[in-house]
C-alpha cells in the first residue's frame, strides 16, 4: 500500500480503513516558514514501512491527520453546515440532496450521501490520528520525547472532536439517559485493511469517556503555545483541548466540570482572558475574526484555506452561504428575535436582496478562503456563562457579566433587561438565544437543541421533530451496516 500527499484511496462509504498520510509541509508543519507553508512541496509517495523512519516523514504524517480533520465533507465545512440546517435558522430554497436537503428536511436515511460521507470523515480523521500514535510507538526515538509527546496530544485532540462530532450526529443525547443508549464503534487503533471490520457500538457514555481521556491526556501533553499565530490557530496546543472540554462537559450536562476547565483560561472578572498559553480574550470587532485576521487569539482552532489547499463547492461554507446562496435566514428563526438589534455588528455579516437575508459571515468568493472557525473564545465564555446559571448553586451575577462580554462587543450599548437574567431560567434562555446569535452558521444549532432534549422546530415546509422520532438523530449508514457484522 500506498500512501499520497492529498490523495488518498478510499473504498466508498468505508473510510475508516485507510489513512489520509501526507507527506510535505503544510500549513501545520513546525519545521517550515510560512512562505514554504503556502507553497507545498509537490506530491510524493512512499511505502508503508518508510513513513516513521525520519522526523520529517514523522511530520508528514502529523500533517495528513489535519488535512482529514479538514476534509470538506467534515471540518472544511460541511459538517458544520448540516449542524446548523438541521435548527431552524434557515430555510432552504433549492431542494438540493447534494447540498443537504435531506438533512435540513429530516428525510435523511440509511443510504443518505450525507449519513454516509459525514461517518467515513470523521472515521477517516480518527483512523489517521490511530496509525499516528501507532506509528511513533512502534518507531521510537524517530523523534525527540518532547516532539513525539506534542504529536501524541495532537492526535488524541483530533480523535476527541472526530468522536464527539460523530456522537453529536448519531447517538442518542447524553441528557437522554446518562449515556446508556448504544452510541458508535470505538476504534482506537489504526487499520489499513478490512480485517477488523466488525465491532460493536459502544454506548454513549462510553464515547465520552473515551473523549474525555484522550482530551485529559492531550491537555498534559500539547505544549503552551506554538511560534506564530498561524499555528496557535491551526494546530492543538493545551487551551485547545481545554475549550473543547468545555463543550464535551456542556454536551453532558456537567456543568460544575464545564466551570472548572473554563477556569483554566478565562480570568475571573472583565476583560475575560486566558492568563497562561495563548493569550485568548474577545476581539475588539467581530469582523476582525471573520475578515480581516483569522489568527487572533480569539480563533482557538479553526481550519485554514489557501489557494493550494481549499474546500471549494458543494461543501465550501462561503458557496453554500453566500455565492449559492443555497440557504437564506428564516424570518421567524433568530433574524427575527427583537433583542438582535439593527445597530449589533453581527448584522453586519447579513446581506439583503429584496425581503430575503443571507449569511456573509463566510464572504470570500472562489477560491473559499474564509479558514472555518472549529473553537472561538466566545463560545468558551457562552459555555461558562451557561455552566454557571446552571450549577446547583448558580452564579447568576457572574454568568451575567459573561453573557454581557460577548453582546457588549458586538452592541456596545445594549443592557440585558433584569428580567432576562433574574432566575436561571430566564438568564439559561437569554444565553441560547445569545448562542444563536454569536455563532449562527458555525455549526452549533442542532447540537444546542438535542443536548438540551428539546424539539427541532418546524421552518418552512420542514416539519418539526420531537426528541422521541427515530429522525432525531442520524442513521448509521448503509455502508456501514453491511461491513460491520456486529452492528
Excluded at 498520510?21 to 512512499?46: K, R
Aim: net charge neutral; glycine share 6%; proline share 6%.
Amino acid at each position: 500500500m500506498k500512501t499520497f500527499y492529498r490523495r488518498t484511496a478510499w473504498k466508498a462509504g468505508l473510510g475508516r480503513f485507510a489513512a489520509l498520510l501526507f507527506l510535505s509541509c503544510s500549513l501545520w508543519a513546525t519545521a517550515c516558514d510560512e512562505d514554504s507553508l503556502l507553497n507545498p512541496a509537490p506530491d510524493t509517495s512512499l511505502p508503508d514501512t518508510a513513513l516513521f523512519d525520519t522526523p520529517a516523514r514523522v511530520l508528514g504524517q502529523v500533517n495528513g491527520m489535519y488535512a482529514a480533520l479538514k476534509s470538506g465533507s467534515f471540518y472544511g465545512g460541511r459538517y458544520l453546515m448540516l449542524s446548523d440546517i438541521r435548527g431552524e435558522e434557515f430555510i432552504n430554497r433549492l431542494q438540493n440532496v447534494f447540498t443537504g436537503y435531506d438533512a435540513w428536511n429530516h428525510t435523511i436515511n440509511s443510504g443518505s450521501n450525507d449519513a454516509l460521507t459525514t461517518w467515513s470523515t470523521a472515521y477517516a480523521a480518527i483512523n489517521s490520528a490511530n496509525l499516528l500514535l501507532d506509528g511513533m510507538a512502534a518507531h521510537p526515538g524517530v523523534v525527540e520525547d518532547a516532539v513525539a509527546a506534542n504529536y501524541a496530544g495532537e492526535a488524541k485532540f483530533v480523535r476527541a472532536l472526530s468522536y464527539f462530532s460523530l456522537i453529536s450526529f448519531y447517538g442518542q443525547p447524553y441528557a437522554k439517559d446518562g449515556g446508556a443508549s448504544p452510541g458508535v464503534p470505538l476504534r482506537l487503533k489504526g487499520q489499513t485493511t478490512s480485517a477488523n471490520n466488525d465491532l460493536a457500538r459502544s454506548t454513549v457514555a462510553e464515547v465520552y469517556a473515551q473523549i474525555l481521556k484522550d482530551l485529559d491526556e492531550a491537555e498534559t501533553a500539547l505544549p503552551l503555545t506554538y511560534s506564530t499565530p498561524l499555528l496557535n490557530t491551526t494546530r492543538a496546543h493545551r487551551n485547545t483541548a481545554i475549550a473543547l472540554k468545555t463543550r464535551v462537559y456542556l454536551s453532558m450536562g456537567q456543568y460544575a466540570n464545564v466551570v472548572r476547565e473554563t477556569q483554566k483560561i478565562v480570568s475571573a472578572s472583565p476583560p475575560f482572558k486566558a492568563g497562561s498559553g495563548v493569550a485568548h480574550q474577545l476581539q475588539a470587532s467581530i469582523s476582525t475574526v471573520f475578515s480581516a485576521d483569522y489568527t487572533t487569539t480569539e480563533s482557538i482552532f479553526s481550519m485554514p484555506m489557501t489557494e493550494l489547499d481549499n474546500v471549494s463547492g458543494q461543501s465550501s461554507l462561503g458557496y453554500e452561504y453566500t455565492i449559492n446562496q443555497e440557504y437564506n435566514l428564516n424570518p421567524a428563526g433568530i433574524l427575527g428575535n427583537p433583542t438582535w438589534r439593527a445597530e449589533d455588528q453581527r448584522k453586519t455579516m447579513l446581506r439583503t436582496a429584496g425581503s430575503t437575508v443571507y449569511l456573509t459571515k463566510y464572504r470570500k468568493a472562489n477560491p473559499y478562503l474564509d479558514f472555518v472557525p472549529v473553537l472561538r473564545y466566545s463560545e468558551v465564555l457562552l459555555n461558562y456563562a451557561e455552566a454557571l446559571a446552571k450549577t446547583s448553586s448558580p452564579d447568576l451575577a457572574l454568568a451575567t457579566r459573561v453573557l454581557t462580554a460577548v453582546r457588549q462587543r458586538a452592541d456596545p450599548n445594549y443592557a440585558f433587561p433584569a428580567a432576562a437574567t433574574a432566575t436561571p431560567t430566564a438568564l439559561v434562555n437569554t444565553i441560547l438565544v445569545e448562542r444563536r446569535i454569536e455563532l449562527l452558521g458555525e455549526g452549533f444549532r442542532s447540537n444546542d437543541l438535542l443536548r438540551n432534549l428539546l424539539p427541532i422546530p418546524a421552518k418552512g415546509t420542514a416539519p418539526a421533530i420531537s426528541p422521541a422520532q427515530p429522525e432525531y438523530i442520524f442513521p448509521i449508514p448503509n455502508a456501514e451496516i453491511s461491513s460491520n457484522k456486529l452492528l
